[in-house]
C-alpha cells in the first residue's frame, strides 16, 4: 500500500480478482494466514503425538518423525511451485498447494499404520509446499527494501499467533471429539476457508513483463543466483540454522515440557507463550526496522540470541534446572528470533524482484531442508534433558553469525535498505 503525498490517505496495494480492490492489512492478513496453515499443520497436532503414537504403534522418539518429516519435505517441495509461478501467475500455483493440503490432510485423518501416516505427511509437506513458498514472492512483487522486512514483520505476528493457540486447539478438538484424527479434518477445514478468502480477494501480483518461460536452464540459472549471490546466500544459511534449532523445540517439546519439566498438562499454555513473545516481537520489529534498518536490528539481535543461548546451555548442564528457567530462556530466544527471521529474508529477496518466484522456491528450499534436518537431528537427540537443544541453538547462532560476517564482508550493522525505485 502506498501513502496518497496529496494528502488523500492510503491507496490499495492492488487490484483483486472481480475487480475488487485489496489493501495492504488485507493482504498482510491473507499471506500471513496461508502460511499459518502450514504452521497449523505442524503445531496442532502436538498435544495428541502421544495418543496418534499409541494408536499407530509408533515408538519413543519415533513420534517426532510427524513433524520432521513434513518439514523435510516442504523444504524439498519448495522447489516445484516458484517456477511454476514465475511463469503461469502466483494464483493458479497457490490453488494447488491449497487443494493439495486439503485432500492430504483428510487423507492423514484415515491412516492406519504408522507407516502410512508417515508417507502421507511427506506428501502433505511436498505438495503444499505452495503455501511456504509464495507469499514472500507475492510480497516482493510489490515492495521491496526495508518496507518488504516491515510487511514480513507483520505477516509473521499474525503468522505466529497460529502456533501459539493451535496446540490449544489440538488440544480442545481432542477432548471434544476424543480422537487425534478430528485434529486433521481441522486442517481441511482451515483450508478451505483461506481457499475461498483467496479465490474472492487475492489479485494477480506478477507483472506480465516479468513472466518467465518454463525452461530448465533459465529456471535452473534464477535458482543458482538466488542462493550463490553473495550478498544473500549467508543470510539465507543462518536464518536455516537458527530455525532449525527452533525446529529441534518443536520436535521435542511435547517430550521437553511434558515429560522432563512434568508440566504436560501446562504444555499448550506454554508453548503459546514462547510464541507469542516471537509474535510480540515481530510487531515491535515492524515498527523500527524502516527506521534503523533490517541490518542494524537483526545483527544486533543475533549477538543477543548468541548470549541467551549460553546462558540456556550453562543453566541446561545444572543438575537443578527447572521449568521456571528454561521457559523464560527459550522465550527470550524466540522473541529475538522475532529480530531475525523476516529481516534475513528480506535481505536475502532484496536483488531478485524480477524472478521472485525462483527465488523464494529456492532460498525456502535451503531455509526448510537446512532447517528441518537440523531440527529433526536436535529432536531425536533428546536425551531426557534440554541439553541438545541447548547446545544446538548456541552453536547454530555462532555458525549463523559467520555466514552474516561473510555476506556483508566482516562489516556488520549497515544502513538502511531504500525501497525500489521503480515500485508502482
Known sequence: MRNDPEGGGERPIAEAAHGQRIGERELIWMMALLMACNAFGIDAILPALDKLAYSLGAEGNDRQFIVGVYLLAAGFGTLIPGAFADRY?????????????????????AAETFSQMIFLRALQGFFAAGIIALPPAIIRD?????????????????????PAVAPSI????????????????????????????????LPETLHEADRQEINVSIIARNMRSAVTLRSTI????????????L??????????????????????????????????????NSRIVERFGARRVSHTALFLFIVVAGMQLWFATRPT???????????????????????????????????????????????????????????YAY?????????????????????VL???????????????????
Open 321 to 379: 534446572e527447572t521449568l521456571w528457567t528454561f521457559v523464560p530462556l527459550m522465550a527470550a530466544n524466540m522473541s529475538l528470533l522475532g529480530f531475525i527471521g523476516a529481516n534475513f529474508g528480506s535481505i536475502a529477496m532484496q536483488p531478485f524482484k524480477h524472478i521472485a518466484g525462483a527465488a523464494s522456491s529456492a532460498q525456502s528450499f535451503l531455509r526448510m531442508t537446512t532447517g528441518a534436518t537440523l531440527g529433526a537431528a536436535v529432536g
Open 383 to 403: 536425551d531426557g534433558t534440554a541439553r541438545p537443544l541447548a547446545m544446538a541453538l548456541l552453536v547454530s547462532a555462532g555458525t549463523s553469525l559467520f555466514f
Open 142 to 162: 510489490r515492495v521491496g527494501g526495508d518496507r518488504m522486512a516491515r510487511m514480513m514483520s507483520l505477516i509473521f505476528v499474525i503468522f505466529l499467533l497460529v
Open 170 to 201: 489440538g488440544q480442545g478438538v481432542l477432548l471434544t471429539m476424543g480422537d487425534w484424527r478430528w485434529i486433521f479434518v481441522a486442517m481441511a477445514a482451515l483450508g478451505c476457508i483461506i481457499t475461498v478468502w483467496v479465490y474472492f480477494r
Open 89 to 109: 501467475g502466483r494464483r493458479p500455483v497457490l490453488f494447488a498447494a491449497l487443494g493439495c493440503y486439503i485432500v492430504l490432510s483428510l487423507a492423514c485423518a
Open 247 to 284: 525446529f529441534g523445540f518443536i520436535n521435542s517439546s511435547q517430550q521437553l515440557i511434558g515429560e522432563a519439566f512434568g508440566a504436560g498438562d501446562q504444555f499448550p499454555l506454554l508453548f503459546a507463550i514462547c510464541a507469542g513473545c516471537m509474535a510480540i516481537a515481530n510487531w515491535s
Open 406 to 424: 561473510y555476506s556483508e564482508r566482516g562489516a556488520l550493522f549497515g544502513p538502511p535498505d531504500p525501497e525500489d525505485e521503480d515500485e508502482d
Open 234 to 245: 549467508g543470510y539465507t544459511l543462518a536464518s536455516a540454522l537458527v530455525f532449525g534449532a
